[in-house]
T-cell receptor, first 117, second 109 residues
Framework: DVKVTQSSRYLVKRTGEKVFLECVQDMDHENMFWYRQDPGLGLRLIYFSYDVKMKEKGDIPEGYSVSREKKERFSLILESASTNQTSMYLC????????????????FGDGTRLSIL | GQNIDQPTEMTATEGAIVQINCTYQTSGFNGLFWYQQHAGEAPTFLSYNVLDGLEEKGRFSSFLSRSKGYSYLLLKELQMKDSASYLCAVLDSNYQLIWGAGTKLIIKP
């Protein structure tokens, strides 16, 4: 089974802090994703990566950055945390398709519930 | 704009059948996914439809009509453990996933 592991289930930080969320997958997947999930809204894509050192902005990248130095690890960084970044953050991964695109299911970690005070 | 609509909440009785609908308007279509998410847990993959018709997987079935922009997830012989949110997501022309807000399914004894 694919295992996607997020470093923390719960995290409390203060406004202005730099926050790091870590995600590791063990199935050699090319694609990795960071989403946030808020009540009443669908999952919103923050950033994704299709290869080491490659990143693409999603729908809501403002206030976030990412790092992918190794294939199995994808980090989300909140440069200067703000209260409106309080949310559930989900990491996911999937296999790249032959065409460079993927219609394969994404596999998710258990999420990090982040509170910014 | 791109839009996925599904009911916010549904209630059903243990042992019964429930149908969760999803309608979509997206720029292009490369398939539709259903995921299950128990409270406080990760979404888990249930089904993928790219062609019209019904696909059955045990107690769960998923239906797609591309011409109508419509899908449903059918859950039979409901069990208490089926209480969860069910997320519909469409892969658009750029192979980006567009997510619905999810349907919270409550199962009563």
């Amino acid at each position: 089974d694919v295992k996607v592991t997020q470093s923390s289930r719960y995290l409390v930080k203060r406004t202005g802090e730099k926050v790091f969320l870590e995600c590791v997958q063990d199935m050699d997947h090319e694609n990795m994703f960071w989403y946030r999930q808020d009540p009443g809204l669908g999952l919103r894509l923050i950033y994704f990566s299709y290869d080491v050192k490659m990143k693409e902005k999603g729908d809501i990248p403002e206030g976030y950055s990412v790092s992918r130095e190794k294939k199995e690890r994808f980090s989300l960084i909140l440069e200067s945390a703000s209260t409106n970044q309080t949310s559930m953050y989900l990491c996911a991964s999937n296999i790249m398709g032959r065409s460079g695109y993927s219609n394969q299911p994404q596999h998710f970690g258990d999420g990090t519930r982040l509170s910014i005070l | 704009g791109q839009n996925i609509d599904q009911p916010t909440e549904m209630t059903a009785t243990e042992g019964a059948i429930v149908q969760i609908n999803c309608t979509y308007q997206t720029s292009g279509f490369n398939g539709l996914f259903w995921y299950q998410q128990h409270a406080g847990e990760a979404p888990t993959f249930l089904s993928y439809n790219v062609l019209d018709g019904l696909e059955e997987k045990g107690r769960f079935s998923s239906f797609l009509s591309r011409s109508k922009g419509y899908s449903y997830l059918l859950l039979k012989e409901l069990q208490m453990k089926d209480s969860a949110s069910y997320l519909c997501a469409v892969l658009d022309s750029n192979y980006q996933l567009i997510w619905g807000a999810g349907t919270k399914l409550i199962i009563k004894p």
